[in-house]
């Protein structure tokens, strides 16, 4: 599909809009070959950019879960990261996806926010899966983030951070929940019962984007990737195959859920950290 680059004036127009239209990559992921993989998410993104704003891309994309440990962690000028600055730039939408990125203090399972206008956030994976030993590959964030893009107040989370309500739970902070993750089909059942939960809880659209496909180390991947709406409704659904599909999401849904369903004032008050 060709695909035209987005003006900044259109950007400029298309921000004060309260719908935004989210493109969901259910794919495989080749085993530590970052190079591979960013042709493969880069010709599946492009096939269906059209109209879109934000393309989500699963957990650890360029490697697979813990296939750095062979290909090796990225630093934050790196390839990967240039090639979403530059991708989102042309396609006229934000990019984001978590990779293994060095820093200061090791390597973190980094969500990065690449947007059309070469601002570039990031969220760290608080919540590691040492039942799997990545809190022996990785270091653990300790800061929960909310990027604010159009007028909404998105909060990127990573895999394992979906059993932890708490953390993610909304402080009338964000609109719009992310996770994504490498979650093996042995749990599909709680992937799809914690999306729903916590779009419920929340009254928020809560995206989930996993790989599908199977890795070297034998586990399954049954994708299972899905939108789910503030009242916990299942509104997008892309199965278990490699797929890749778009749902608009409505603001206002959100305001009126809230307005006339207003439980969260009786919402506990705490903090963390």
């Known amino acids: 599909m060709k695909t035209t680059c987005m003006s900044p004036d259109r950007i400029v127009t298309m921000s004060k809009l309260d719908n935004i239209r989210c493109l969901l990559v259910q794919s495989q992921l080749f085993w530590a070959d970052s190079a591979a993989n960013r042709r493969q998410l880069e010709t599946i993104t492009r096939d269906n950019a059209m109209g879109v704003d934000l393309v989500v891309f699963p957990e650890t994309f360029t490697s697979g879960f813990l296939g750095d440990m062979q290909a090796g962690a990225e630093p934050m000028n790196g390839e990967t990261v240039q090639w979403m600055l ?57 800061e929960r983030k909310v990027f604010r893009y ?70 399954q991947y049954q994708g299972d990737s899905a939108v789910y709406d503030p009242l916990g409704e299942l509104v997008l659904d892309l199965g278990s195959e490699e797929n890749a599909a778009s749902k608009l999401l409505h603001l206002d849904k959100i305001r009126s859920t809230r307005r006339l369903l207003p439980f969260q004032r009786d919402a506990d008050e705490f903090k963390i950290f």
């Not at 984001?96 to 990065?112: D, H, K, M, P």
């Not at 990127?156 to 402080?171: A, E, I």
């Open 86 to 142: 530059s991708l989102a730039s042309e396609l006229g939408c934000v990019l984001c996806g978590s990779v293994a990125i060095t820093t200061e203090r090791g390597t973190a399972n980094r969500f990065l926010w690449a947007q059309p206008d070469g601002q570039l956030q990031f969220y760290d994976k608080r919540h590691l899966f040492s039942f799997g030993g990545e809190d022996r590959r990785y270091i653990a964030g300790d």
């Open 150 to 219: 159009r007028g909404w107040r998105i909060c990127p989370q990573v895999c394992y951070d979906l059993r932890f309500p708490v953390w993610c739970r909304n402080r009338d902070d964000y609109d719009l929940l992310i996770f994504v993750a490498n979650w093996p089909d042995t749990r599909a059942a709680a992937w799809s019962a914690l999306l729903r939960a916590r779009a419920i809880e929340n009254q928020c659209y809560v995206i989930g984007v996993n790989r599908s496909g199977k890795d070297p180390r034998g586990l």
